[in-house]
């Protein structure tokens, strides 16, 4: 499973490359629905050709959870969560999942992303397969703790779960996404973060 001497110097950052080229090469021909139809094509291409399917049957990993975009599985050795993502929350573009996980690495590097493959989920959807190091919680933050966190980063409140800077919203931060770790730091492992337009 350790891809850091992969041919691909980045899988992220190629992929990422790959899903604006091509919606850059689509312009305004196409509605923005077919972007991610092609961009999905375009990542599988990707993945084909450089060897970069992962199949979950032969690691040694355990299910913890599914959510609303990630089925959680855990490397019982590695000291890793990892995350199958469907792109379900990136909207109609695939770029917007490759931008919040670069903001998140930017915002919150204590707990960052890997991007290390592709893979099919339990229910056949193309996913992203992450890693983020698997973090030993005292128990879930606070929303007081995470929102004095989120001011010392340079944010406001707009509402208890969503909070923006002069570049980011960030929102769903909510207990469960953010733990308390045994070290007394706050990790945000599942928050979602977009651009302010």
């Not at 890793?80 to 109609?92: C, P, R, T």
Request: charged share 25%; proline share 3%; glycine share 6%.
């Amino acid at each position: 499973m350790d891809r850091t001497h992969s041919p691909i110097n980045s899988i992220l950052e190629q992929a990422a490359y790959i899903a604006r080229r091509k919606k850059e090469t689509a312009g305004t021909l196409e509605p923005t629905e077919s972007y991610k139809r092609g961009q999905t094509k375009e990542l599988i291409d990707f993945a084909k050709s450089n060897n970069l399917w992962i199949s979950l049957s032969e690691l040694n990993v355990e299910f913890l959870s599914k959510g609303g975009e990630n089925e959680v599985y855990t490397g019982n050795k590695d000291n890793i969560v990892i995350k199958l993502n469907n792109f379900e929350y990136a909207g109609d573009d695939l770029e917007n999942f490759f931008i919040r996980i670069n903001a998140h690495n930017k915002l919150f590097g204590n707990v960052p992303y890997q991007m290390i493959g592709f893979a099919y989920n339990s229910q056949q959807e193309f996913c992203a397969v992450l890693i983020q190091p698997y973090i030993l919680a005292e128990r879930e933050a606070t929303e007081d703790e995470i929102a004095t966190y989120m001011k010392a980063l340079g944010f406001e409140m707009d509402y208890y779960d969503e909070y923006h800077n002069s570049e980011y919203e960030v929102f769903d931060v909510v207990p469960n996404n953010v733990l308390y770790g045994i070290d007394g730091d706050l990790y945000f492992i599942d928050t979602q973060i977009r651009t302010r337009s």
